[in-house]
């Protein structure tokens, strides 16, 4: 869930604050031409909404504890001898 997250948050930091830039160059995004009238305001809540996303899958990540491996504990193998070793 969280890849996910991070990657739509990625996706709308990009697209927001990629659209400020354009703008200056006279070029926008098509995916978001429909708000081209709405800029600057638009790229810059697109952008903190993408980072806001960004952030809120790290923290999502941080408060999961690590799953702990179960690992059963066995009694270490008995050594074979072999003829003319010797007892260590």
Avoid: C, H
Avoid at 62 to 84: D, F, G, H, M, T
């Amino acid at each position: 869930m969280s890849s996910i997250m991070t990657r739509i948050g990625i996706l709308f930091a990009v697209l927001g604050f990629g659209s400020l830039i354009l703008e200056q160059f006279d070029y926008e995004f098509r995916l978001i031409a429909w708000a081209s009238d709405m800029q600057p305001f638009f790229g810059i809540i697109l952008g903190v909404v993408g980072l806001a996303l960004v952030g809120g899958a790290a923290a999502m990540n941080r408060a999961k504890p690590a799953p702990q491996p179960q690992v059963a504990q066995q009694p270490p193998a008995p050594q074979q001898q072999y003829p003319n070793q010797p007892q260590g």
